[in-house]
């Protein structure tokens, strides 16, 4: 009983006693409330792993499907992979058609689902224009905030498998293929490479500090040459702060690290070695191709350092650390010479020079050019290609030209041929002694079990 006061009348005693009894009835019940609450959605508060069990949730909303709400427990029994999608994700949306294939095949055996946190006015803006996805028959759970805080990651595409109310796997895209489906079916199951993004990794922040406590062998050697880092995406950037410039390529591929220190064209390089499959095939071992050919560069210098000392300290990193060497060479080699029938295309009267990609078309506008520009853009790619054929400008045209070809054209000599000559331009095999930058094995390198 609450302390009695002589001073205080006994009935104001008992109605005060009578109050915080009722108080405190409320306030258990708030906490008995929050407790339920916290039981029923608690779970997804924390980043759900292999082998946890996925919480009941009906989610939605639901787009792209006869249905406007999807319920996990309904799924029991069968394959669920949840594919977490952004539409500025080129990955994603190329595995798409991909994916609709394999729901079509495994039928109700498996269900997909692709997860995005956008709106669904954009997603459905995706869905009517974008080629890729105009025939898909997945369903989109929309808007989402639940399935993205239950299983965080930075980079997309993003696999979640879920079977009889359990985590399965976590991978990337390349996982999902037939065979695997089929062992995730059966009743062995299947255990995959864990995906593992850095989720507290800041690109702002020197490699050292914050790789050191993740994995130190990843080191190749102290200044910060190493090997790819898991969980990472590419990308690169300079850094100005207190004095200095800090340069950085975080999981590049070697052939566009020698591409940024020596400035060739994508097209003007040559593999001299036994295996160019080695740094050339992307999709039979999408891992080992990445622990082949993904590396990373820092490098700090005085803040007026010249960049061409940058470009000279990463060139020694490569030609020391990396299994490659390179050298520019004089070698004969087989091009395509571009020269002109009659009096060529006519002069351009752009004011300026423009360069527009029409999707619909498929074409590539170009306007106010000069020859050597179009060449350029002909022997141009978005990573070094060695193989590819080299396009040398024999027209003699000194003033700027428009043409329209088809984008594959610019990948396919034969096509290129054909599109040229309505300007005039013809196209022509030939043998020419060109500077090529050589890369041969290195044979000081020593590999890294």
């Known amino acids: ?47 759900l792993t292999v082998g946890d069990n996925v919480p009941d949730r009906i989610l939605r909303p639901i787009l792209n499907a006869p249905f406007t709400s999807y319920h996990l427990k309904a799924k029991n029994g069968k394959l669920v992979i949840l594919d977490f999608f952004d539409t500025r994700c080129g990955s994603c949306i190329a595995a798409l058609p991909m994916l609709d294939s394999l729901q079509n095949h495994f039928g109700d055996a498996v269900s997909f689902l692709v997860v995005s946190t956008e709106p669904a006015a954009a997603i459905g803006r995706f869905l009517k224009t974008n080629p890729r996805a105009k025939h898909i028959r997945l369903p989109f759970l929309v808007g989402d905030t639940v399935l993205r805080r239950a299983f965080p990651h930075n980079l997309l595409p993003h696999e979640v498998w879920i079977k009889n109310g359990k985590v399965m796997a976590i991978t990337e895209a390349y996982a999902i293929t037939p065979a695997n489906l089929q062992a995730a079916l059966s009743d062995k199951g299947i255990t995959l490479p864990l995906k593992k993004d850095l989720l507290e990794f800041d690109p702002a922040t020197p490699l050292r500090s914050q790789l050191a406590a993740s994995d130190p062998g990843l080191f190749l050697r102290q200044n910060l040459f190493t090997r790819q880092v898991n969980g990472l995406g590419t990308r690169r950037g300079t850094q100005l702060s207190a004095g200095t410039k800090r340069v950085y390529y975080i999981n590049w591929g070697l052939l566009s690290l020698f591409q940024y220190a020596w400035k060739f064209e994508a097209n003007r390089v040559m593999l001299d070695i036994p295996d160019p499959n080695r ?33 000279e300290d990463l060139r020694t990193s490569l030609q020391s650390a990396s299994p490659l060497l390179g050298s520019w060479q004089n070698r004969e080699m087989p091009c395509y010479v571009l020269t002109t029938e009659g009096n060529g295309p006519a002069r351009s009267k752009a004011e300026r020079p423009a360069y527009r990609k029409d999707n619909l078309s498929d074409s590539v506008f170009m306007q106010g050019h000069s020859m050597q520009a179009i060449t350029a853009i002909c022997n141009s790619a978005s990573q070094p290609s060695p193989g590819k054929a080299i396009i040398l400008n024999e027209t003699g045209i000194d003033y700027p030209v428009d043409l329209v070809i088809p984008f594959k054209a610019l990948s396919e000599p034969d096509l290129l041929r054909e599109a040229l000559m309505p300007f005039q331009l013809r196209l022509s ?11 041969t094995e290195n044979p000081s390198y020593q590999p890294k079990n």
């Open 1 to 47: 009983m609450q302390e009695f006061n002589p001073g205080r009348s006994l009935m104001a005693a008992s109605v005060l006693t009578t109050q915080n009894h009722h108080c405190k009835m409320k306030y258990m019940l708030c906490i008995l409330t929050f407790l339920c609450l916290g039981t029923i959605y608690g779970q997804y508060t924390r980043p």
């Open 279 to 311: 740094y050339l095939d992307r999709t039979t071992d999408p891992d080992k191709w990445k622990r082949n050919n993904l590396y990373c560069y820092e490098g700090i210098f005085p803040e007026n350092c010249p960049d061409s000392l940058v470009l």
């Open 429 to 439: 095999p030939a043998k020419r002694k060109l500077a090529v930058f050589v890369l």
